[in-house]
């Protein structure tokens, strides 16, 4: 069975284009170029814009969203210049994409559908390709109705009442169960793949420090990525390039290192289908210990753009760690005429609004040594000295406290329950809270590390009568 139901998006590579954009009050587009990012979505997913069509609306026409008059100039549009498509930036109802194609005589994409097939077509491991397929899916069973066209024929009439179910009311359920028994499978599938991947997001999480890089598409989180690790992210000069989440570490020097992760970039309008079928590529972000929110302030939508990131942030639940703006494409800007930087908020407005962001450029390296350092503070925490007693026999938890606090001695000893070395270590309360985690049995200032910390924070130490090491 296909994955689109209705008459699946073919390659649009070489087709011609028309984009359709209805400003409504309530619109979060770019009021200069209000299908600037639908162009460039266009493009992205190998279409050749042709013409466009813009129209100011209180509200959508119920029937084809735009006006009676713009629809017979849309029709004469698509017939003049021979284009093939035509791509709204509003997402349609199932009947208003029908009545647009009788009119226009083409196909009918919404902004949904076309965001749907250029992840279809950069969904390379099974994960994403299952992830994409189930929110296609979801997109396309509220629209099988207006798919079979020919239902209203039967006898005559819409399909209501007794002797009116025809053949194409049977091939409606058919498909209807077709579509709901493929996203049951999917979902098993996908299911079997995201407990894997949440039990290795957190143990990752659990054995080191993690950064989620997270922005806007095109905002230069790969570029980033790989400038703080050598994970060779792709990277290119257009919308979603980066459609799978990659790890790698981030050397901080003096034996210091973090995870650092590179994930799918966010756009207004993303449809929620998709936001819901990539939660777990975006697990990453949502257990890391802190985010960089990548901001492209060199682009004059980037405050619309930064509103859109948190949004998602908070939608997919990455609500409780520190995050940190980092204003990117500081080169950029001084590449801009004089006209293109009146349109753009300047670094001190930006650090008058978010002053504890850091600019920074990821093409040439900048503010990236101010990064570090943020990095380092909030890796660290306030650090707090601890005695920790582990058994000689735990090879993995003296490792990790080997490698994740600061060590000022060791000292071997061995009594009545065999041998083990007691640690005087630095360490912050998300380590100490992490190695807890992990469920081995230690001391920790003379208290067996069971359960919760409350009450070893950074700021008190564990009362001396506690301590009996």
Not at 190 to 206: D, G, Q, S, Y
Request: net charge neutral.
């Amino acid at each position: 069975m296909q994955t689109n139901i209705r008459e699946s998006i073919d390659n649009l590579s070489a087709e011609a284009a028309v984009l359709v954009g209805v400003r409504l009050s309530t619109s979060k587009s770019d009021w200069l170029d209000p299908l600037g990012e639908l162009r460039a979505l266009a493009e992205t997913a190998g279409a050749r814009v042709v013409g466009e069509l813009l129209q100011n609306l209180a509200k959508p026409r119920g029937k084809t969203y735009i006006g009676k008059g713009k629809v017979e100039e849309l029709a004469l549009m698509v017939k003049e210049l021979g284009a093939r498509i035509v791509i709204f930036d509003n997402e349609l109802s199932p009947s208003q994409i029908q009545s647009l194609e009788e009119v226009t005589k083409c196909k009918v994409l919404d902004r949904s559908e076309l965001i749907l097939d250029i992840f279809a077509n950069r969904a390379t491991t099974r994960e994403a390709q299952l992830q994409v397929e189930i929110a296609q899916l979801e997109y396309t069973a509220p629209r099988l109705r207006a798919m079979w066209s020919h239902l209203g024929q039967v006898t005559g009439g819409a399909p209501m009442g007794v002797g009116t179910r025809g053949p194409g009311e049977q091939q409606l359920e058919i498909d209807r169960r077709l579509v709901q028994a493929r996203v049951g499978v999917l979902r098993r599938d996908l299911e079997t793949i995201l407990a894997r991947k949440e039990r290795e997001v957190l143990e990752r999480r659990n054995e080191h420090f993690t950064a989620g890089i997270v922005g806007y598409t095109n905002a230069g989180k790969s570029t980033l990525f790989n400038r703080l690790t050598e994970g060779g992210a792709y990277v290119a000069d257009r919308l979603f390039a980066t459609l799978m989440t990659r790890v790698e570490a981030w050397n901080l020097g003096g034996g210091e290192s973090l995870l650092v992760s590179d994930t799918v970039g966010f756009i207004r309008d993303l449809p929620h289908h998709l936001v819901a079928s990539f939660r777990s590529t975006l697990a990453d972000a949502v257990h890391a210990h802190v985010i960089f929110i990548v901001l492209d302030v060199s682009d004059r939508l980037a405050p619309a753009q930064l509103l859109t990131v948190r949004e998602v942030l908070d939608d997919i639940g990455a609500k409780s760690q520190p995050r940190l703006l980092l204003l990117n494409k500081i080169d950029k800007i001084e590449t801009l005429g004089y006209e293109a930087k009146q349109s753009l908020r300047t670094l001190e407005e930006w650090k008058a609004l978010e002053p504890d962001s850091i600019a920074i450029s990821s093409t040439l390296g900048t503010g990236l040594d101010e990064l570090a350092t943020w990095v380092r503070s909030h890796k660290g925490g306030s650090q707090v000295r601890h005695t920790l007693r582990v058994s000689l026999r735990d090879t993995r938890m003296i490792d990790a406290i080997e490698r994740r606090t600061v060590v000022v001695a060791r000292e071997y000893a061995s009594d009545a329950s065999g041998d083990y070395v007691e640690f005087s270590a630095d360490l912050g309360q998300h380590v100490l809270d992490e190695l807890i985690a992990t469920g081995a049995r230690f001391m920790i200032d003379g208290v067996e590390a069971r359960g919760s910390t409350a009450g070893w924070g950074t700021t008190r130490r564990t009362p001396p009568h506690l301590r009996n090491v």
